[in-house]
């Protein structure tokens, strides 16, 4: 079915980001009781259960609890990450301490709405947010609309593939120029790279918005955790939904322009609220680990070592260096260029009775203090072989699995 909004501008022209929320009134913050949070949340927890397309649709709100500050917040807010980026910038205030987003743990709601996803309680996640923690978090990028882009992801604009790295991916100045200055991992397409934020007055990725779209009209049910509603077109989802009677329930401190006409407004911290449905559903949230995922490819002339995502094993930059030691073949290399390759001296041809023992050393991005782990494989044929690493943040371990 057609998107009923694919005849809506995919770009409005809006006013400077300060002039539109610049109000105090408008920045002030609300908290329900625990009487009327409780009565509230059992009520969504209800609407959930009847729903046959819930979609949530997430805001810089969701990830103020990782130490990220928002945009709009005021100076009296309750956050522990203090007044919004914007706000300090109109009021000529200090910016806030620097929390490294590629070193952000996704909060219990981040993990939160993944767990929902895998009961199938939570269909589709649209997302205003550029810093990543959704993907982080485990959630299938095909069950998630990025619509402001991804500080990890760069594409290529000759070839259209899309790269993600665990670093940050934007380097250009100029406001409108997303050029990174690197080239399609692929040797045989080699187009220029460019990071995927989106901008204001900028056009939002065709992709993610019509999955957005489609997605909304699919959905009764919409949470809004965390977003001010003031930035379209991304906001014309919730918008519409209430437009055409669906329900819409804006999760948020303050209010938004949708407030007097969504179907229930919730004051409450979004994480409170997150454990409180987990609880009624007797769900657990998961625990953060790092998910790492790796392609050892054995050819007769070469070895390829090669970075995926954990869902979709598509190419995924996380390795800062890597060390292939080939004992049987008295052959030490320390790489440092993807893709990761080392050419054979000679032909080489493992079999069950000749294995080829190969020692890989990684060296990661550090961003989480990943220490070096080395993996010993065993090749006795060719081909590739996939490796899933899992890093605990809180015990500094990595476990190994070959799939």
Same mark, same amino acid.
């Given at each position: ?360 050393? #990684?060296? $990661?991005?550090?961003?989480? @203090? +990943?220490? %070096? &782990? ?14 899933? #690493?899992? $890093?605990?943040?809180?015990? @500094? +371990?990595? %476990? &190994?699995?070959?799939?």
């Amino acid at each position: 079915m057609a998107a009923r909004y694919s005849t809506r501008p995919k770009r409005r022209p809006k006013p400077h980001p300060y002039n539109n929320f610049s109000s105090e009134f408008e920045k002030k913050e609300y908290f329900d009781t625990e009487e009327v949070l409780t009565e509230k949340t059992d009520q969504l927890v209800q609407w959930i259960r009847e729903s046959h397309h819930c979609i949530v649709f997430t805001g810089a709100g969701i990830s103020t609890s990782t130490g990220i500050p928002d945009f709009r917040s005021g100076v009296h807010t309750v956050l522990p990450t203090g007044p919004g980026v914007w706000v300090r910038k109109e009021k000529r205030m200090q910016p806030p301490p620097q929390q490294k987003i590629l070193g952000a743990v996704p909060s219990h709601s981040h993990m939160a709405l993944l767990q929902l996803q895998r009961e199938g309680l939570i269909k589709f996640i649209v997302s205003q947010n550029t810093d990543g923690l959704h993907r982080r978090s485990g959630v299938d990028p095909t069950t998630l609309a990025e619509l402001h882009g991804n500080t990890n992801m760069e594409k290529c604009l000759k070839c259209g593939v899309k790269y993600m790295r665990d670093s940050w991916t934007r380097t250009a100045r100029a406001v409108h120029d997303h050029l990174t200055g690197r080239r399609c991992d692929n040797p045989k397409c080699g187009g220029p790279l460019v990071d995927s934020i989106i901008n204001f007055n900028e056009d939002l990725p065709e992709e993610e918005l019509q999955k957005g779209f489609e997605n909304a009209e699919l959905a009764d049910l919409c949470i809004v955790l965390g977003s001010s509603l003031r930035v379209y077109p991304a906001a014309d989802i919730p918008d519409g939904m209430i437009r055409r009677g669906a329900r819409v329930v804006i999760v948020n401190l303050q209010t938004t322009p949708l407030n007097k006409c969504c179907t229930m407004e919730i004051h409450a911290r979004i994480d409170t609220l997150m454990e409180g449905i987990m609880k009624r559903f007797g769900l657990e949230i998961p625990q953060f680990q790092l998910k790492r995922c790796l392609a050892i490819e054995v050819t007769s002339e070469s070895l390829t070592i090669q970075g995926l995502d954990p869902v979709t094993k598509t190419p995924y930059s996380f390795m800062k260096s890597v060390k292939v030691d080939l004992p049987s073949l008295r052959s030490e290399h320390d790489l440092t260029k993807e893709p990761f390759y080392v050419k054979f001296p000679r032909h080489v041809s493992p079999s069950e009775g000749n294995a080829l023992t190969v020692d890989v050393t #990684l060296a $990661f991005q550090g961003h989480y @203090g +990943e220490p %070096e &782990i080395t993996i010993k494989h065993v090749v006795s044929k060719l081909g590739s072989t996939i490796f899933m #690493l899992k $890093f605990d943040v809180a015990t @500094g +371990e990595w %476990e &190994i699995e070959k799939q």
